[in-house]
C-alpha cells in the first residue's frame, strides 16, 4: 500500500506470545473431530485441485524432455554419467508450479562440478536453446538455473548424492499415502506458496520444510509410518552418504494401515488436521519437526533430543543430515507471520457461523508471489554508498525494474530492494547474478523475495 501511495497499514497484526503448555501425555489429535469438517471441504478442495492439476500431466511431460535432453547434451559435451530428476519431480509432490530439479550423477569422486556447469551454460547460451542463465557458482552446492523454453523453471546440480536420497524417502511416503496423502502435501504447499510464506530471504521457511511439516504431522496422527524408524528395527544395514546415514524402509503396496481415525480420514480432514496442529497443538517452543524420530502422538519429538537443543525458535531437521534445521533462518517477523497465518486457517475452518469451503483460505487469483516481486542484494564494504542506486539501476534498468530501495541508514551490509511487475522481468533481472557493481568490488548475490523486509 505505501509502495502505492496508499495509507500504510500493518501487513500483518502482532501476535502476542501467550505461553503455551506442552500436549498432555494422554493427548491424540482431534482428527476425529474433524472428519465433519473435512467432509465439508472436501469437494471445494477436489475442485480447486483439479483447476491446479490442468496442466499437472503436461509439465510431468515436459520434465521428463528435459531431463532427456539434459542427458544428451552431457553426452554431446564429452561428460559420463547419469541425469536424474531429483525433488518435487520425482517424489511425486509436484504440481505445475513447481521447478524442474535435475542432478547429473558423475559416478566419480571429486568431479568438477563447476566445469560440468560451466560447460553446460556456455553451450546453451551459444544455441539460443533456453533463457534467463543464471549462475550461482559461489556457493557449496553449485547451482545453474535457467527458463525453459515452455517457461519451467531448471535448476541443475551435480553430485548432489544427499539430495537424490531425500527423494528416494519421500517418493517412498508418497507411494505409501497414496491420493489422500498426495493431496494433503500438494495442497498444503501451494497454499504456503500462494499466501507468501515460502523463502527464506525473507526470514521463512522454504517449500522443502512444508513438505517436511506435512509428514510429520502425517506420522503423529498415524496416516504414515516412520520409515528411517522401521528401517532400525528391522536391522537393515547403514547406507552412508555424505557421512549421514539414510537408510529407510521400503514397503510393499498395503503393508502399512494407518491407524484409527487416520484410516478413514479424508484429504480435506487432514488439511484441517495439519493447521489445527500447527497453530494449537504443536509446542514450537520445546518440539522439533523432525520426521526422523516421529511417532504417534502422543511422542513429540523434543528440540533437547536434537543437535542444537533448545536454541533454534522454529526447528525443522532434515531427515538425514542431522546439523541442517530448515528453520534456522526464520526472523521473528517471519515467525509471527507463519503463526497469524496458520492461526487463522484454522479459525477459518471452524467457524460455525460460515460455510466451510477451501476458497475461503485460497481464493480465485490470489498468489502474493505474483504480487510482491523483487530481488533482494547485500552489499558489503568497501561500497561507495552515493553511488549505489545510481549502479544498481544501470544493471537492472533495462530488465523492467520499476523502482530501486536503499538502505539509508549506515547499517552494515547496505540492504538494496528492486521492484518489478512481471515474474519474467524478475527472472531476466536475476540472470545477473554475480555480476559486479561499479561502486563495489565484489560479485553480488541477488535473492528472489517478497518485499516484507522492506515493509517492515
Not at 524442474?100 to 568438477?112: C, E, K, N, P, S
Not at 525494474?401 to 512481471?422: G, M
Amino acid at each position: 500500500r505505501r509502495l502505492r501511495g496508499e495509507p500504510s497499514r500493518p501487513l500483518l497484526p502482532r501476535i502476542v506470545r501467550a505461553a503455551r503448555p506442552a500436549a498432555p501425555r494422554g493427548w491424540m489429535p482431534p482428527l476425529a473431530e474433524l472428519l465433519g469438517v473435512g467432509r465439508q471441504i472436501d469437494p471445494s478442495v477436489s475442485e480447486w485441485l483439479a483447476d491446479l492439476d490442468r496442466d499437472r500431466a503436461s509439465w510431468r511431460h515436459e520434465a521428463l524432455r528435459i531431463e532427456g535432453a539434459t542427458a544428451d547434451l552431457l553426452r554431446h559435451l564429452g561428460f559420463g554419467g547419469e541425469v536424474r530428476l531429483f525433488g518435487s519431480a520425482a517424489s511425486g509432490f509436484y504440481s505445475s508450479t513447481s521447478d524442474v530439479d535435475l542432478v547429473f550423477l558423475t559416478g566419480r569422486d571429486g568431479a568438477q562440478s563447476l566445469e560440468v556447469l560451466q560447460s553446460v551454460k556456455a553451450y546453451l547460451e551459444s544455441m539460443g536453446a533456453c533463457y534467463n542463465l543464471t549462475t550461482v557458482f559461489k556457493t557449496r552446492a553449485p547451482l545453474l538455473k535457467l527458463t525453459d523454453a515452455t517457461g519451467i523453471e531448471v535448476d541443475m546440480q551435480v553430485d548432489n548424492t544427499l539430495g537424490m536420497r531425500n527423494t528416494a524417502l519421500f517418493a517412498a511416503y508418497h507411494r505409501i499415502g497414496g491420493p489422500r496423502v498426495d493431496t494433503m502435501v500438494r495442497v498444503v504447499k501451494e497454499w504456503a506458496r500462494r499466501c507468501g510464506l515460502i523463502g527464506t530471504v525473507d526470514g521463512l521457511l522454504n517449500s522443502y520444510a512444508w513438505t517436511l511439516m506435512a509428514v510429520y504431522y502425517l506420522q503423529v496422527v498415524g496416516s504414515l509410518p516412520n520409515l528411517q524408524a522401521l528401517a532400525a528395527e528391522r536391522g537393515l544395514e547403514p547406507v552412508m552418504v555424505e557421512g549421514a546415514d539414510t537408510r529407510f524402509a521400503e514397503l510393499e503396496l498395503g503393508e502399512f494401515v494407518p491407524e484409527s481415525a487416520a484410516a478413514i480420514a479424508s484429504s480435506g480432514a487432514l488439511v484441517c488436521g495439519f493447521f489445527h496442529f500447527y497453530a494449537s497443538d504443536f509446542d514450537w517452543r520445546t518440539c522439533a519437526v523432525c520426521p526422523r524420530l516421529a511417532g504417534p502422538a502422543p511422542g513429540f519429538t523434543k528440540k533437547a533430543d536434537l543437535t542444537y537443543g533448545d536454541s533454534p525458535a522454529i526447528y525443522v531437521e532434515d531427515p538425514f543430515d542431522q546439523r541442517t534445521n530448515l528453520g534456522h533462518g526464520t526472523t521473528e517477523a517471519g515467525r509471527d507471520r507463519l503463526m497469524y497465518a496458520l492461526r487463522t486457517a484454522t479459525r477459518r475452518l471452524q467457524d460455525p457461523m460460515e460455510p466451510v469451503t477451501w476458497p475461503m483460505l485460497c481464493p480465485e487469483g490470489f498468489d502474493v508471489t505474483l504480487s510482491q516481486l523483487f530481488l533482494k542484494v547485500r552489499l558489503r564494504e568497501p561500497c561507495r554508498r552515493a553511488e549505489v542506486p545510481r549502479a544498481v539501476w544501470g544493471l537492472f534498468g533495462h530488465c523492467g525494474a520499476l523502482r530501486v530501495f536503499v538502505s539509508t541508514d549506515n547499517a552494515q551490509p547496505v540492504e538494496v530492494y528492486v521492484q518489478f511487475s512481471t515474474w519474467q522481468d524478475l527472472r531476466m533481472a536475476q540472470s545477473q547474478n554475480e555480476r559486479r557493481l561499479p561502486c563495489c568490488d565484489q560479485p553480488i548475490a541477488l535473492y528472489i523475495s517478497l518485499g516484507f523486509g522492506l515493509f517492515d
